[in-house]
């Protein structure tokens, strides 16, 4: 089993940077894929981003290739998302996501999830 707590956001500016980080607690966290996940207000959660349990391999939405960069470190036992170029409609509460084997844009698939942060963007 392995417990989330996501972290970074807050308030910026369209065209802003922001970096969020989910640390993970548990053991073995190398054996779990990750994923980043995101709920606007009204709106279902969607997929943002995902990592291969090794970090080799890497998914994006299509909304958010060549912003947002998602990357591991399994000797700190985190992943990290770098987002760049930010839009007003990035405005959502992040969720990290971890599942055991390979990384995939499915939500259902995930199995362990954290509270989320907030990002807003502001026009």
């Known amino acids: 089993q392995v417990q989330l707590v996501e972290s970074g956001g807050g308030l910026v500016q369209a065209g802003d940077s922001l970096s969020l980080s989910c640390a993970a607690s548990?053991?073995?966290?190398?054996?779990?894929?990750m994923g980043w996940f995101r709920q606007a207000p009204g709106k279902e959660r969607e997929f943002v981003s995902a990592?291969?349990?090794?970090?080799?391999?890497?998914y994006s939405a299509d909304s958010v290739k060549g912003r947002f960069t998602i990357s591991r470190d399994n000797a700190k036992n985190t992943v990290s998302l770098q987002m760049d170029s930010l839009k007003p409609e990035d405005t959502a509460v992040y969720y990290c996501?971890?599942?055991?084997?390979?990384?995939?844009?499915?939500?259902?698939?995930?199995?362990?999830w954290g509270q989320g942060t907030q990002v807003t963007v502001s026009s």
């Open positions: 996501a971890a599942r055991k084997l390979s990384a995939t844009m499915s939500e259902a698939d995930y199995d362990y």
């Open positions: 990592i291969s349990r090794r970090g080799g391999e890497t």
């Open positions: 548990g053991r073995a966290f190398s054996t779990y894929a």
